[in-house]
């Protein structure tokens, strides 16, 4: 990439040779004569960094650039360059945002290597903002997909509740996706430029879970050879993610159940307490209400972590979803993969919509990520389907239209309603996307079609 450099100096031979210095190592550059003009430029121009001198004579002085630089173009980097090389001219320069400060005659080789080093500044900001912005794509309310009942359930209570630092315990089965609520709980909330960290309670064996938590002092057990920040301080500001807290055995729970309390870790081996700001997440595939009565889980801890509840349902018991994250799926791994697969088949479909899913929307996704990579065609044909898919288990993909009526609470209306949204997107995901052709399949018009779509938030892009 070819860094852009407006230099603003009204001495014309200054500018002259600078053009010709920075030319000289690749750079595009514009000049400017005086502020007036510079600030001219910059109305309709972005560069990557603004060179400008100090004092000009007439109109607006180099501080004056600065401040337009960054009220137009805050990544944009500024030098300042001055002969009244002053302490105080100096310090007003940086103050203001001057990434850097040099005087008159300057060096080539250290005027290079402070040019080099603001653009490095630059290339380092657009970076990060890049990857916030994918961060957000990726954990916004909008990447969640799904279009049943139950999931707008979910959706409706996240939106809800995403700006708050109240605790949030998120129950289901492995694979229903828990960590992907809780990151876009916390990148859709205040603390989302604070850190977000994620421990498995599960995959650490007891005896290191305290340190990993907490933290240690040198010294506090064999092998701490040197101090160590716990979790909770390395997530302050920010989200700690406690997935399977379940697995905490009763010694931590205690020690996790203080720590929230008192907003206060210690350190293993140590004295002294810090103060934590950290908004606890937590996820299970436990009944923690049965761990509770078995004496496995402390019940203070419980109703400390339980504040709101949000309960993701198994994909079997969203079975209309699947096509729309079938699709879903396609789309990330044509990109990831260099694929250009235009989507699947109606067999291929009808497989996945037969299949069980043990694994939850984590198989659904492995077994897309795997149909992309085998499949030769343009469309995903049972072929590239795992042989589980291929031969099937009933499953619950359909609701069935008649049967008993349930034990318990039952609604008519719910359940006409589940029924309708399931063929719905069936009939669209038979379509790809077709709303007429689909109309059509179902036996209604048009608009009616477009009426069901708009109740129940379904889009024909998902397809």
Not at 198 to 211: F, H, R
Not at 280 to 288: E, G, Q, V
């Amino acid at each position: 990439m070819v860094h852009q450099i407006l230099v603003v100096d009204d001495e014309r031979s200054m500018r002259e040779v600078l053009e010709i210095f920075l030319k000289g190592r690749g750079f595009e550059v514009q000049t400017a004569p005086n502020g007036k003009e510079a600030i001219r430029l910059l109305e309709d121009s972005e560069f990557d960094l603004v060179l400008t001198d100090l004092k000009m004579d007439p109109g607006p002085s180099g501080l004056d650039v600065l401040d337009a630089t960054h009220r137009r173009w805050p990544e944009t980097q500024v030098i300042v360059m001055t002969a009244y090389s002053t302490t105080e001219t100096a310090v007003e320069a940086m103050k203001k945002g001057a990434y850097d400060y040099v005087a008159k005659p300057f060096n080539n080789k250290e005027l290079e290597v402070t040019l080099a080093k603001a653009l490095e500044k630059r290339d380092l900001i657009l970076s990060n903002l890049r990857l916030r912005q994918e961060v957000h794509r990726r954990f916004s309310f909008e990447s969640l997909v799904g279009a049943s009942a139950r999931m707008k359930e979910v959706y409706d209570t996240i939106r809800q509740i995403a700006d708050t630092r109240t605790s949030v315990l998120l129950l289901g089965e492995s694979g229903t996706g828990k960590e992907m609520v809780a990151r876009a709980l916390h990148y859709n909330s205040s603390r989302s430029r604070g850190p977000f960290v994620v421990i498995n309670c599960g995959a650490i064996p007891d005896a290191l879970m305290e340190s990993e938590l907490f933290g240690h002092v040198k010294g506090a057990f064999t092998g701490a050879v040197a101090e160590k920040k716990g979790l909770f301080e390395v997530a302050d500001g920010g989200t700690l993610f406690l997935d399977e807290i379940g697995e905490l055995s009763l010694h931590l729970q205690v020690k996790l159940l203080r720590a929230l309390q008192e907003r206060k870790v210690k350190r293993v081996g140590g004295t002294r307490e810090s103060d934590i700001d950290v908004r606890l997440l937590a996820a299970t595939n436990k009944d923690l209400e049965d761990e509770v009565r078995r004496g496995n889980f402390r019940d203070d801890l419980y109703f400390r972590i339980n504040v709101i509840q949000v309960n993701l349902p198994a994909l079997r018991e969203r079975s209309e979803d699947i096509p729309l994250l079938a699709s879903f799926f396609l789309d990330r791994y044509n990109e990831e993969l260099g694929k250009q697969l235009r989507g699947f088949t109606q067999e291929a479909l009808a497989l996945l919509g037969r299949y069980d899913y043990p694994g939850n929307v984590r198989e659904l996704e492995n077994v897309v990520q795997r149909a992309v990579a085998f499949e030769q065609s343009d469309w995903i044909t049972p072929s590239s389907l795992p042989p589980r898919v291929r031969e099937g288990s009933p499953g619950h993909a359909q609701p069935a239209p008649f049967g008993p009526i349930p034990d318990g609470e039952f609604s008519l209306d719910s359940y006409v309603e589940d029924l309708e949204r399931h063929y719905v997107v069936t009939a669209l995901s038979q379509t790809s996307g077709n709303v007429t052709d689909a109309a059509r399949k179902l036996g209604i018009s048009f608009r009616s079609m477009r009426y069901k779509m708009a109740k129940y938030g379904i889009r024909k892009e998902g397809f």
